[in-house]
């Protein structure tokens, strides 16, 4: 089971990383790319804010409540209950349990759209024509919409009093860029 919790993690964490690598291989030299630069910079600044949550979440408050409760354990009994413990919260941290399939399938729904923008950004690195200008402008609309969507649900649920949700609607709405938009 340990295994698996950890391959599940670790493919989620490296999924983080392989779409932040392709937004930035994402490169354009002329002004009328402007708008690409402008959804790029979006999703980047999604991607940085996601990584710095879970990071945050993940390697400082999961495994330091881990390496506290390690402490008090006399029997390798309790130091397996305590890992699997520790998996559970980091999975939960994640978002890759039943409980915050919600927040997954929007998080999906932003990666999707963000590996759409990647593929046709690449595909029109020289050449941006009308049709190629219109189908990124309406990538980059759903992205503002299903990340306004996403603030929505974790506001409500940071509301609600869960402490994790209120960690990352306070790094989401920093700059208060989706409060104003609601």
Known sequence: ??????????????????LQLNLQK??????EHMIIWKIRHHMMHFMSILQGYIVHQIYHLAFQDFLHQLKQC???TQVKKVHQFYLNQC?????????????????????TTMKQFYTLACSVSSILNAENLKKIKEIGQQFEEESL???TVIKKLAFKGHLQMQDLLTRYDAN????QRC
């Open 1 to 18: 089971q340990s295994q698996q919790d950890y391959s599940l993690i670790s493919s989620f964490m490296l999924h983080l990383r392989q």
């Open 26 to 31: 994402i490169q354009f030299n002329h002004k």
């Open 74 to 76: 006399h029997t390798l």
């Open 91 to 111: 999975k939960h941290r994640c978002f890759l349990t039943p409980l915050e399939i919600l927040i997954t399938n929007l998080l999906n729904k932003l990666f």
């Open 149 to 151: 969507f996403l603030y």
């Open 176 to 179: 208060h860029y989706y409060s």
